[in-house]
């Protein structure tokens, strides 16, 4: 895991070119390892490697508009799911800077592919939770693997 993250996100670069979504791509291929060990081991997503990737996201999206609308209703959808409990916060913050790197890399199509990656790959992680009886899933490792599988596989 220590690798991966950031070998896809040196393809997703790579693939993608020099855009605006470079900066909050490159932030979460850095950290994405450590936020995905981290969430594994402690079950949270610390600020600290969190924030950062939003911040760049939220900044770039400025040059932007439709990548800050995704945001938007990405922190909508997963502030509710926080609210119910279903989700951490740092989830939130997490998710939120993936879908505006994502849609600052690969367009909608890279958004759409990497939610429904996503929703898959926790589906998965529910199922086997259910069957083991653990009622706190890291959610992390799927979002971003979700996330490199968009903005890698979706055309744009």
């Not at 079950?43 to 990737?53: D, E, I, K, Q």
């Not at 939003?54 to 770039?60: D, E, M, P, R």
């Not at 439709?66 to 989830?91: E, F, N, Q, R």
């Amino acid at each position: 895991m220590r690798f991966l993250l950031p070998l896809l996100g040196l393809v997703t670069v790579a693939t993608r070119g020099a855009e605006a979504g470079v900066l909050p791509g490159l932030w979460f291929a850095a950290t994405g390892w450590r936020l995905a060990i981290t969430d594994l081991g402690e079950r949270r997503l610390p600020n600290a490697l969190t924030l950062p990737g939003l911040v760049l996201a939220a900044a770039a999206a400025c040059r932007d508009p439709p990548a800050g609308v995704w945001m938007l209703g990405t922190a909508a959808v997963l502030s509710l799911s926080w609210w119910v409990g279903a989700v951490g916060m740092g989830d939130v913050k997490l998710g939120v800077g993936l879908a505006g790197a994502v849609v600052l890399l690969g367009g909608a199509s890279a958004a759409l592919t990497a939610g429904a990656v996503g929703v898959l790959l926790c589906g998965a992680l529910a199922v086997d939770a259910i069957r083991s009886g653990d009622r706190h899933l890291p959610l992390g490792p799927p979002m971003l693997l979700a996330a490199w599988a968009g903005t890698i596989v979706a055309p744009g």
